[in-house]
């Protein structure tokens, strides 16, 4: 099976998106929020077999994990009721797609995070997705201010909810950012791979997984500027006294494979051991043209593995493995959801 551990739904029913609108334009105005908009099945069914389904067929996958659209979460917006409303219908919708496509789609929730509120304001949510809609992980943005870095680090104990939340419930979270407000980031080419480089060294200089030695965390988009950069942090990490990195964070962090080109991949796989390495293309996602040089789809990043001078069985870890041991609770909600009987067939 390959399982692809990155993918938003990104062509959701445009009166999803439409409802989003009113409701901040409801905030910033003081009025009410309209209701929810009714979606049927076969609308959304619709956007998935024409988008994502098509795609995992023709690309040769078998299973995305899929979770609401990263720049569409938008904490920086409202307020945290804005948030808890919006996550609540995000999350809801995702749990849609699963039980429509059960064998092609599993869910990741978005967390009503807001700048400078507790993130304990999240728990309740993350039960309701583990428990009522049968989630496997959860996209935990580290600047909710949307580029502006106004929350602590995710060493700092304001961050400890969730991460005893994410270990109680055997949950691993994707670091995330989501739009950028600040005109001096573009979303999704500084943006997120400055919150996913970020992030790194943030573990680095903390005692979060001393403290939390279970906590499974995935670094997107390649792990950002990190692998690149390997022996920075290494000499970063030696200089201020600290274990090699492969002690001190590879027992708890991985990296996807969202790079869209070969060379970046050959180098992720040359710098990371295989271990934690997790397949992913974020299709439909920033990147989905096609790359001129090649062909085919800059986010059709399946070839680009199929390519890497590397032994099968680390494929096999890469493609299917190192997802069922990272979200800890796939290979039984992969059974659960395989007896289902849904919109695909
Ligand atoms: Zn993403």
Redesign the pocket.
């Given at each position: 099976m390959i399982i692809d551990c990155?993918?938003?739904y990104t062509t959701a029913p445009a009166q999803h998106e439409h409802w989003r609108k009113q409701q901040i334009d409801a905030h910033s105005k003081g009025d009410a929020v309209p209701s929810r908009p009714a979606m049927t099945d076969q609308e959304i069914a619709a956007t998935i077999r024409n988008g994502q389904l098509r795609m995992q067929r023709e690309r040769g996958t078998d299973l995305t994990i899929f979770?609401p659209r990263?720049?569409g979460m938008g904490h920086h917006l409202g307020g945290a009721e804005t948030s808890e409303a919006w996550a609540s219908a995000c999350n809801e919708l995702i749990f849609r797609v699963c039980s429509l496509f059960p064998r092609n789609f599993i869910g990741v929730g978005m967390l009503p995070q807001s700048p400078g509120v507790s993130p304990k304001n999240c728990l309740a949510e993350m039960d309701r997705c583990v428990t009522a809609y049968g989630f496997v992980g959860f996209?935990l943005n580290p600047d909710p201010s949307g580029g502006y870095w106004t929350d602590p680090p995710l060493g700092d104990r304001f961050w400890y909810p969730i991460y005893e939340k994410l270990v109680e419930l055997g949950t691993p979270a994707?670091i995330?950012v989501s739009h950028s407000c600040n005109p001096a980031f573009h979303t999704t080419g500084a943006h997120?791979l400055n919150g996913d480089t970020a992030a790194f060294m943030q573990f680095l200089t903390s005692t979060v997984f001393k403290d939390f030695p279970t906590l499974n965390i995935i670094i997107?988009?390649g792990g950002g500027a990190v692998p690149f950069h390997w022996g920075r942090f290494r000499g970063l990490a030696q200089g201020l006294n600290l274990p090699l990195l492969k002690e001190l964070l590879l027992n708890n962090i991985c990296f996807d494979t969202?790079i869209y080109h070969q060379p970046g991949q050959d180098l992720l796989a040359k710098v990371i051991p295989a271990d934690n390495i997790l397949f992913?293309s974020?299709m439909i996602?920033?990147v989905p043209g096609v790359d001129p040089e090649t062909g085919h789809n800059f986010d059709d990043t399946k070839r680009y593995i199929d390519a890497l001078a590397i032994p099968e069985e680390d494929k096999a870890k890469i493609f299917e493995g190192n997802a069922r041991r990272v979200f800890s609770r796939l290979s039984k909600q992969i059974a659960k959801q395989a007896s289902m009987k849904g919109a695909a067939e």
């Open positions: 990155h993918g938003h979770s990263a720049a996209n994707m995330h997120y997107p988009h969202c992913a974020e996602g920033a």
